[in-house]
Each structure stands twice: as structure tokens, then as C-alpha cells.
């Protein structure tokens, strides 16, 4: 049998490579292939260089360093959040490099407006992030991202850590999310399979964003009950199996929900 195609994984605002945790070894183990993490320049090892302030300009940085994988053929391409944008620009543009997606609480505007994009509950403590030092900064965010308590406290270190090592500038997660801000979705959806996932208790992004995504594009929607936006961090075990089984059964019906028995688990808010 052929070889399977290498995922490529993208983080949205102001993460990098080690915020997927367990993810890569776990998508990896289930579905045979190759996991590829890279940076998004302003973030991770690349923390450094400027931020593209459009979805266009970063897709063209991520995919120099893409360089090497790519002249073996298309790949696969897993993203959360502003990762996901970039992705679909991917797919829209270079078709012939991308032979699946799934996207992981990615919202679009003209789809949906600015305040379920971003819940406009949680405008004030984004606004505070920008000029906290690293350390409060991370905690925040777990705040945001996260509903599993013993979730944030496992990786609050490791996260204050990369950020004090690989620190985000205010002026790059402004240019962030300006790029999130006026991406558009494509005129024509990408033709390759796509897979939308997003937690039903995302206290960030509301979740009809990525049901109002699934209803413009036909593609299946599955959702997790009680994961916050950063469903890598919140349940990365049913985030591997869901894309895993759907690479395996590509024709399920387009939206499946997670059964009402599935328990949340104790230390859920």
C-alpha cells in the first residue's frame, strides 16, 4: 500500500508548534502518516519575523517552508482558528497541493458577524492580552480557550515558558487578527474532502460559526459537547479519532453530533 499522505498541522492566533501537545504523536498513531508542524511567521521559532497582516501574505510564508513536502505531492492539512483561514486559502488557490482539510472552529467572515467570530463577551480581557507581560498573557488565554481546569493547570508552565523563549509581539497578534479580521471566504469551495469540527462550548468563537460554514459548503460538521476553542488541548484523543475516522469513511451523513449521553467530565465549566 502507498504510503499515506503527510498532515500538515496549523495553530491560529499567536500559537505555534508545541501548543498541539499530544495531537501530532495521536494523529499520527491513527492515521499512519507523517505529521508536519510548522510556524507561522511572529510565532514560535519564527518570533522574530513580522506577521503577514493579510491570510494571502502568511499562506505564502507557510508554504516556502513547506517547500521540501510539497515536491513529494499534495498533503493533508489540519488547522484551528486563524490556521483554518489560511488553509482554505491554501486549498482554494493551490489545489493541487492540498488533498484534504479539516478545520477545527474556523470562522469566516460575511458568514457570520463580528461578535460571534469573536465573542463580544470576551472583547475587553482580548484587549488586556496585548499589554500584559508573558506570564499573565498565558494564563489569560488558557482562561479563554480552555474549559477543563486541569487542562490549563497542566500546561501553564510550558505555556508562560515558550512564551518568555519565543515571545509574540503585540504588533504581530495586531496583525493577526487584522488578517483574520477581512479574510472573505472563497467565491467557489475547494473540491478536495473537508471536514469541519468545533466544540459546542467554544466560549470564544460561538459555534454557529462553523455551523453556518457547514451549511455554505456542504461539508460534515462534527462537534465536541463540552471542549472550549482549543479542543487540541481540551480532548486531542476525539479530535485524532474523529479525523481519523472520517478519512477512513469519507461518505458518513454530513453532520454528526455527539451523542447527548457523552459525559462532561468532572472539572468541566
Do not use: D, I, M
Given at each position: 500500500m502507498p504510503e499515506p499522505r503527510p498532515w500538515v498541522l496549523l495553530r491560529g492566533l499567536g500559537r505555534e508548534a508545541r501548543h498541539w501537545g499530544s495531537l501530532p504523536g495521536l494523529l499520527a498513531a491513527a492515521t499512519g502518516s507523517r505529521i508536519y508542524t510548522p510556524d507561522l511567521p511572529g510565532n514560535g521559532r519564527l518570533w522574530r519575523q513580522p506577521s503577514a497582516s493579510s491570510i494571502a501574505g502568511q499562506l505564502r510564508q507557510l508554504r516556502l517552508q513547506l517547500a521540501s513536502p510539497l515536491s513529494h505531492g499534495p498533503v493533508q492539512v489540519l488547522a484551528i482558528s486563524l490556521g483554518g483561514m489560511v488553509a482554505l486559502e491554501w486549498a482554494t488557490h493551490h489545489p493541487e497541493e492540498v488533498a484534504r482539510l479539516a478545520l477545527v472552529n474556523t470562522s469566516l467572515a460575511g458568514l457570520a458577524p463580528p461578535w460571534q467570530r469573536l465573542r463580544w463577551q470576551r472583547y475587553p480581557a482580548l484587549l488586556r492580552l496585548l499589554w500584559q507581560d508573558m506570564a499573565k498573557r498565558e494564563h489569560g488565554i488558557l482562561q479563554i480557550t480552555s474549559n477543563l481546569p486541569v487542562r490549563r493547570q497542566a500546561v501553564l508552565h510550558d505555556w508562560?515558558?515558550?512564551?518568555?523563549?519565543?515571545?509574540?509581539?503585540?504588533?504581530?497578534?495586531?496583525?493577526?487578527?487584522?488578517?483574520?479580521?477581512?479574510?472573505?471566504?472563497?467565491?467557489?469551495?475547494?473540491h478536495c474532502p473537508a471536514l469541519l469540527l468545533n466544540s459546542q462550548q467554544d466560549q470564544l468563537v460561538h459555534p454557529r460559526c462553523s455551523q453556518r460554514l457547514a451549511q455554505a459548503s456542504g461539508w460534515p460538521l462534527r462537534q465536541h459537547p463540552y471542549a472550549g476553542h482549543d479542543l487540541a488541548l481540551d480532548d486531542p484523543l476525539w479530535l485524532a479519532q474523529q479525523v481519523a475516522s472520517w478519512v477512513r469513511h469519507e461518505a458518513k451523513p454530513a453532520l454528526a453530533i455527539a451523542p447527548r449521553g457523552y459525559a462532561t467530565p468532572p472539572g468541566a465549566r
Open positions: 508562560q515558558r515558550w512564551q518568555q523563549a519565543c515571545p509574540v509581539s503585540a504588533g504581530n497578534l495586531l496583525r493577526q487578527l487584522a488578517a483574520a479580521a477581512r479574510y472573505r471566504p472563497p467565491t467557489a469551495w475547494p
